[in-house]
């Protein structure tokens, strides 16, 4: 399967996910599965999703100590999920345990990054005490990711052309915040289209409100994979 599209599940309930899963098609589109999701219909509703044919982004984003990190990405692995990520500010010693936890699987999936939220912006930064703003932040913890041994990052579409130029064709980048022309930016600040963001360099684009609110949200999908073949 080949579609960068990964479609964010992002229901505060399991039946919505499900009906709307069940409109899509799995060779179009990957699903991602975040943290109200997941925390209420559990593995089990994972299960379910790739019962359908899907692969699955576990977007759980953990930061914790080294050790429970790596537990925790080793029981996505044993889940069967495609991709899954950490928080890059959790530091070296926690995501090269997380990327040691998945070594030698037969089925490893890709662990990644968050880098800078895409809700944030430089002043969000200042007031945590960064004095650098998002660009630069994303570039450093971008390249510490890729130096703890991890396949690559969730950034901005908007930070990939420098990402792709200082971490490489192989390191993958995963771009939320992606929206159809004459949408609605909602809570993202740094949005772009979905041309632009795989010209932009990135791999895999991880969509929303665009398909999920849409009447037809097979046929956005078919749309938007259309537009960007």
């Known amino acids: 399967m080949t579609s960068p599209v990964l479609v964010a599940l992002d229901y505060a ?14 060779e179009l589109c990957r699903l991602k599965v975040g943290k109200e999701l997941f925390t209420r219909g559990g593995p089990q509703l994972v299960e379910r999703l790739q019962e359908l044919g ?24 044993d889940l069967g999920v495609w991709m899954v990520n950490v928080h890059a500010g959790g530091g070296r010693r ?7 936890a998945l070594a030698g699987r037969s089925r490893r999936p890709l662990l990644i990054a968050v880098t800078v939220l895409t809700s944030m912006t ?16 994303v570039q450093k913890l971008a390249a510490l990711t890729r130096d703890s041994g991890l396949d690559g990052v969730v950034c901005s579409a908007l930070e990939a052309p420098g990402l792709r130029a200082s971490c490489g064709k192989d390191f993958c980048l995963v771009t939320p915040g992606i ?7 909602g809570d993202q ?27 037809d949200p097979l046929a956005v999908l078919q749309q938007i994979c259309s537009d960007i073949a």
């Not at 977007?59 to 990190?69: C, E, G, M, S, Y």
């Open 13 to 26: 309930d399991t039946i919505d996910a499900l009906a709307l899963a069940r409109r899509l098609s799995p």
């Open 54 to 77: 899907f692969e699955i982004f576990l977007d759980l984003k953990f930061h914790d100590i080294p050790n429970t990190v790596a537990g925790a990405v080793r029981a996505a692995a």
């Open 94 to 100: 926690m995501m090269e345990a997380a990327a040691e």
């Open 122 to 137: 430089d002043e969000d930064l200042r007031e945590l005490g960064y004095s650098e703003g998002a660009e630069a932040r």
């Open 179 to 185: 929206r159809l022309a004459g949408d609605a930016a």
């Open 189 to 215: 600040r740094r949005v772009v289209t979905p041309a632009d963001a795989l010209a932009n360099g990135a791999d895999y684009l991880v969509i929303g409100r665009s398909i999920t609110g849409a009447g």
